[in-house]
């Protein structure tokens, strides 16, 4: 079959002439092309390794994982996977694949990236924390005010980490202490929040509230959150406390369903200690951290919150002001806004 007179046109025209996509990929510009054609800048890539970490449960992350381990590996950057993952997606063989995600597994990692919903960011926000290493979170579900990019953003991932156009932030957890009969019987830690909550639907949970030492006030509730101001937007907020800027450094304690007159969200500060106390002769309760750890509460348990020591460590590609995030995730209405005078 002979070719058409536009495919000998196209042919006859030189490189620079022809539109990028009529181009081959040496012919095109670096800007021009896919980040899977890209070449590797001179020493940029040399020894560098991301972790991977993915819902496996959503074809979505299946696809997504798949995208960014492949371009990341054309850029010359190593890529590693838990082994179990692994199975469930469509990878290469030069992945190196580890049994169990331990700190020690993180070594020589510059990055996790998570690919997933809430709760596997959470989950990569326990490997994040153990290990030191950065975590770069891609939203796959609704929300997620803990990723920095969404799955349309996947080749603007890998050429930000590629090229390490990224900047590193902190984020304040909250370390747990449960005591019972004045005894130390459990410690955790959170992100976004410790909430101690009621487990009989038909009775509520007693409870008085500490902060630095002094009650402040006890009343019969479903449950107490003390969250991080990063917690502010999860469950304190479903709670209604308040929206806490992620700079500012604060503590925050939030009434859920309280049957008393003053059951007001609190914030206090980040060097504060929070208690909630358990009454006695009250049904037993369950203390929840980031929805993922849970503790059963007997009557009379203590549970003490204070910052954290060891914070979390985030990725970040964009400048965006956390007020345009905000309006963005709850597509918040700002039609009418004028702006101050310039």
């Given at each position: 079959m002979t070719d058409s007179v536009g495919e000998r046109a196209s042919e006859e025209r030189a490189p620079e002439e022809r539109a990028p996509e009529e181009r081959a990929p040496e012919e095109r510009a670096p800007e021009e092309r896919a980040p899977e054609e890209r070449a590797p800048e001179a020493g940029a890539a040399e020894g560098r390794t991301v972790f991977l970490l993915a819902h496996t449960g959503r074809p979505a992350a299946i696809r997504s994982a798949e995208l960014v381990v492949r371009g990341l590996l054309r850029s010359g950057l190593g890529v590693?996977?838990?082994?179990?993952?692994?199975?469930?997606?469509?990878?290469?063989?030069e992945v190196e694949l580890v049994d169990e995600c331990t700190p020690e597994v993180f070594d020589g990692c510059e990055l996790l990236i998570v690919l997933g919903g809430d709760g596997t960011l959470l989950r990569g926000a326990e490997f994040?924390?153990?290990?030191?290493?950065?975590?770069?979170?891609?939203?796959?579900?609704?929300?997620?005010?803990?990723?920095?990019?969404?799955?349309?953003?996947l080749d603007k991932v890998v050429d930000r980490v590629v090229t390490?156009?990224?900047?590193?932030?902190?984020?304040?957890?909250?370390?747990?202490?449960?005591?019972?009969?004045?005894?130390?019987?459990?410690?955790?830690?959170?992100?976004?929040?410790?909430?101690?909550?009621?487990?009989?639907?038909?009775?509520?949970?007693?409870?008085?509230?500490?902060?630095?030492?002094?009650?402040?006030?006890?009343?019969?509730?479903d449950g107490i959150v003390c969250a991080t101001p990063t917690g502010s937007t999860a469950y304190a907020f479903s709670a209604g406390g308040p929206v806490v800027w992620p700079e500012v450094e604060a503590l925050l304690m939030v009434p859920i369903s309280?049957?008393?007159?003053?059951?007001?969200?609190?914030?206090?500060?980040?060097?504060?200690?929070?208690?909630?106390?358990?009454?006695t002769g009250t049904p037993h309760g369950v203390l929840w951290c980031d929805g993922r750890r849970t503790l059963e509460l007997p009557s009379g348990a203590r549970v003490e919150v204070r910052r954290g020591a060891v914070p979390v460590r985030l990725a970040r590609l964009h400048h965006a002001s956390f007020t345009d995030r905000l309006v963005a995730k709850f597509a918040l209405p700002v039609s009418g806004w004028r702006?101050?005078?310039h």
């Amino acid at each position: 079959m002979t070719d058409s007179v536009g495919e000998r046109a196209s042919e006859e025209r030189a490189p620079e002439e022809r539109a990028p996509e009529e181009r081959a990929p040496e012919e095109r510009a670096p800007e021009e092309r896919a980040p899977e054609e890209r070449a590797p800048e001179a020493g940029a890539a040399e020894g560098r390794t991301v972790f991977l970490l993915a819902h496996t449960g959503r074809p979505a992350a299946i696809r997504s994982a798949e995208l960014v381990v492949r371009g990341l590996l054309r850029s010359g950057l190593g890529v590693r996977v838990l082994r179990y993952e692994a199975a469930d997606l469509p990878l290469p063989p030069e992945v190196e694949l580890v049994d169990e995600c331990t700190p020690e597994v993180f070594d020589g990692c510059e990055l996790l990236i998570v690919l997933g919903g809430d709760g596997t960011l959470l989950r990569g926000a326990e490997f994040a924390r153990g290990s030191g290493v950065p975590m770069l979170g891609v939203n796959l579900g609704r929300v997620g005010f803990l990723a920095e990019a969404e799955r349309d953003d996947l080749d603007k991932v890998v050429d930000r980490v590629v090229t390490r156009e990224y900047e590193v932030e902190e984020r304040m957890t909250l370390d747990v202490i449960v005591r019972t009969n004045g005894d130390v019987v459990h410690q955790d830690w959170a992100l976004n929040e410790a909430a101690v909550q009621k487990v009989s639907p038909e009775r509520m949970l007693e409870v008085v509230l500490e902060v630095d030492g002094r009650p402040v006030s006890g009343f019969g509730c479903d449950g107490i959150v003390c969250a991080t101001p990063t917690g502010s937007t999860a469950y304190a907020f479903s709670a209604g406390g308040p929206v806490v800027w992620p700079e500012v450094e604060a503590l925050l304690m939030v009434p859920i369903s309280a049957h008393a007159l003053f059951a007001k969200p609190l914030v206090t500060s980040p060097d504060s200690v929070l208690a909630v106390e358990v009454q006695t002769g009250t049904p037993h309760g369950v203390l929840w951290c980031d929805g993922r750890r849970t503790l059963e509460l007997p009557s009379g348990a203590r549970v003490e919150v204070r910052r954290g020591a060891v914070p979390v460590r985030l990725a970040r590609l964009h400048h965006a002001s956390f007020t345009d995030r905000l309006v963005a995730k709850f597509a918040l209405p700002v039609s009418g806004w004028r702006g101050a005078p310039h």
